[in-house]
């Protein structure tokens, strides 16, 4: 079936490196108000906010202490009701990020439930009696040891998947799942058009909480039984009575089980992120990705609705990890779009992609905030390990590559904030900003704009079956998207050098027209049969 949301080109907005309008240093409301107009330049559809309630930051708004108010440095709940206006306005469409795996340590409900063994809030999060004087079990958490913490007053531990800051709620307890529906209906009711829901697949834990195989694995977090329920009612409860989009994050998931999620039958969500690349792909694979795209395509293909991205707030910026961010930086950046944008899914584009920002570099583990690396680094370091290896070992994959400030020109600080940015500007915003790719009728940006706009003038785009040509080379990737009445092919030459592409005999026209390309040279009488494709060459062909 055809819905707006099927159609749409998602921009992730991580608020606080985007644009700062009052000199603090971080990103606010305020600036994305005054950098809205750019979004609908560019042609995005639906903003996704990352989270902007009341929290103590540690894990960046991930540790929510109030559902109900906005965060001081993000702005207020008047700024924020402008801001939706504003989006509305432009005729674009805001989500909100939804935290209910966990809350903050310092949420009233915890303070509450850490109170006393039998505060009737005790139930609210997952306490356990030690074992044997020590943790419940060897669970690990994504930021620390142990997924366990011991708390003195009351003789028990709690569990937090992630931060010892961010214990984890207690989805078996109804009052829980409740107050949670209670407080979707406050953001829904405000008008807002749908939820990016955070880690949603790990609502339901283990039963008996047993020791893991793998403690490392952390894949026993995820998917376990319980978690539909908790969907469909909270889709039955709140979701099926608004006109929205959800998109849940899920972890350690395969197609089979991303149906269950998805399958437009089953009334839970509409799409959702799986992490087979962004997770487990470290760096550019072109048979793993080739592998991943069919086997969701085929798993998902008349059930449900995938999503595509590379990178966001927790991964190293896309053209640094998959593309070439050296002599390449602005013909993989675009080779990467044009995939993203023509794969069967919804195109997320996290803010700077469209103008081929790269990942960071910095000399000291003092010019990190990431608490994910700041505790893996301490981890590591008082296991005696070196501290220069452990941190040029973290370096690759910190979060803190994606989420430098937006650079939107040559000025101090890429133009990002007159004061002192809270997290450094990565140094080449004096060549790589928004100004100097507004200029630049070739830029990555204005090819991001030319993307988007053929996704809306042509629905093969959205709804077209996806075929792999097989192309045995570790370079080239081809497919076609079909409709009844179109027929496109993509080639991408994924490589720092030249290959070449064999259009099979069938797909073969007498007059096949060039959509898009990277390049500027192409000329439509090229032969199809063997086509000579430059370093990260994209093209888009309508046969
Ligand atoms: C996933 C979010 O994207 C990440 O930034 C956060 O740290 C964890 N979930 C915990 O909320």
Known sequence: MKTWWKEAVVYQ???????????????????????????????????????????????????????????????????????????????????????????????????????????????????KDPRDGKEPNNWRSYFAPSAWEYDEQTNQYYMHSFAVEQPDLNWENKEVRHAIYDMMRYWLDKGIDGFRMDVINLLAKVDGFPDAKKPADLQYLGNNPGIHEYLQEMNREVLCHYDVMTVGEIPFVTPEDGALYVGEDRHELHTLFHFEVADDMPSWNMKQFKDIQTRWYEGLKGKGTNSQFLNNHDHTRQVTRYGNDGTYREESAKLLATMIHTLPGIPYIYQGEEIGMTGVRFDSIDDYHDIAMKNKYKEEVEKGRNPKEVFKDLLPLTRDNSRTPVQWNATEHGGFT?????????????????EENLKEPHSVLHYYQQLIRLRKEHPVMVYGEYNDLSIDDDAVYAYTRKNQDTCWLIVLNHADHESRFHCPEELLTEEPHLLLANYQDVTEKERMEDLVLRPYEARIYQL
């Open 13 to 127: 907005v991580y608020w606080r490196s985007f644009y700062d309008t009052d000199g603090d240093g971080f990103g606010d409301l305020e600036g994305v108000i005054a950098k809205l107009d750019y979004l609908k330049e560019l042609g995005v559809d639906v903003i996704w906010l990352n989270p902007c309630y009341e929290s103590p930051d540690v894990d960046n708004g991930y540790d929510i202490s109030d559902y109900y108010s906005i965060m001081e440095k993000a702005g207020d709940m008047e700024t924020w009701e402008r801001l939706l206006e504003e989006v509305h306005n432009r005729g674009m469409k805001l989500i909100m990020d939804l935290v209910v795996n966990h809350t903050s340590d310092q949420h009233p409900w915890f303070l509450e439930s850490k109170s006393s063994k039998d505060h009737p809030k005790r139930d609210w999060y997952i306490w």
């Open 418 to 434: 007159t004061g002192k940015p809270w997290m450094k500007v990565n140094p080449n915003y004096t060549t790589i900003n928004v």
